[in-house]
């Protein structure tokens, strides 16, 4: 059962009392939105990071630098030439998921790698992480992958003490290019430094119209500090807001897909960067934000002028409408 907590609202609500505040569940995700307005032949282009990277750059989307890409055996043994003088990366599987396979190298002395938790691997274990990766270890279905390896993301100074090691990042749902509704996730120790809430990393609901928190959650149970840092996360604001939610709204018509996941980081020096599209986003950033998706995804489907307003204009509208007064 979906548990959501608000006022008036039993912890443990039945489908009816959902469907009163306008939550959104599985299948009416499902059938109402994903099927409706994502085509299946879009698909490979967010199920596959590398095809996601390469459409980015094609738009001219700000996202991490590309260093190189890993495709057979013969790559993995040229691995040092494709580095070149890199002494921080990151290295992901193409069609992965859930965070799985990601292997974030902070320091090098020599042919030595530093991990992101401050553990020391050799080049044997990075050999062997890349084979993982191609024989698709950590791919959906199992299907053998590619390796991408990207810049390292350095988070900007404000996030300080609002994630466990890894990157924060903000979750924007993007509907028929509207955002409708956001969240920042941040890693924990629990969520093993990912920003995957399943994991066990915190939810912070953020308000449209602000960039300001407005809930936090962990588990789906709601909470006042980070459970590492301590930190108060109803602090948190996220900056170059307008920025991050323009990046997000053009994914829509880069993309093609009208309901996605937008997932954004802040680099201390670049700014607001897409990490990834997710055409079947969650639902948990429901409760992070403590409202409904429907009434707003409703609104939007009303608009007889949605297809001819600017990015600028849907940008507007979401402030204006999805504002933590206006849930």
């Not at 282009?45 to 190189?68: F, Q, Y």
């Not at 607001?272 to 409202?291: D, Y």
């Not at 998706?293 to 009303?302: F, G, K």
Request: charge should be positive; aromatic fraction near 8%; proline fraction near 4%.
């Amino acid at each position: 059962m979906f548990k959501f907590l608000t006022q008036g609202l039993k912890r443990y609500a039945n489908p009816f009392d959902l469907m009163h505040f306008g939550i959104m569940g599985m299948n009416q995700r499902n059938v109402n939105y994903i099927g409706r307005y994502n085509q299946r032949r879009l698909y490979p282009l967010v199920d596959n990071k590398l095809l996601t990277k390469h459409m980015a750059i094609e738009h001219g989307v700000s996202s991490p630098h590309l260093i190189g890409t890993v495709e057979d055996q013969h790559d993995i043994d040229d691995i040092l030439n494709i580095l070149g003088g890199k002494q921080e990366f990151c290295i992901k599987p193409a069609q992965g998921s859930g965070g799985k396979g990601i292997l974030v190298v902070t320091g090098r002395q020599g042919d030595t790698f530093i991990k992101g938790s401050g553990q020391a691997i050799n080049m044997h274990d990075l050999r062997r992480h890349l084979s993982n990766i191609l024989a698709g270890l950590f791919s959906l279905g199992g299907k053998q992958d590619i390796a991408l390896i990207e810049d390292l993301i350095h988070f900007d100074n404000v996030f300080e003490g609002y994630s466990y090691e890894g990157v924060p990042d903000t979750r924007v749902i993007v509907f028929q290019g509207f955002p409708v509704m956001c969240m920042m996730r941040l890693s924990t120790k629990a969520s093993d430094g990912k920003a995957n809430l399943h994991q066990g990393a915190v939810g912070v609901g953020i308000c449209i119209r602000t960039g300001k928190a407005v809930r936090a959650v962990q588990h789906n149970e709601p909470i006042e500090f980070h459970p590492d840092t301590h930190k108060d996360l109803f602090k948190l604001q996220v900056p170059h807001w307008d920025e991050v939610l323009h990046l997000a709204a053009s994914c829509y018509q880069m993309s093609g897909l009208g309901y996605i996941g937008t997932d954004i980081v802040l680099d201390r020096d670049r700014g607001p960067m897409l990490l990834e599209l997710n055409a079947r986003p969650g639902l948990a950033i429901q409760t992070a934000n403590n409202a409904g998706l429907v009434p707003r995804l409703r609104l939007i489907e009303s608009l007889s002028r949605r297809q001819s307003m600017s990015v600028a204009q849907r940008v507007a509208f979401s402030k204006e409408h999805f504002g933590v007064y206006n849930k």
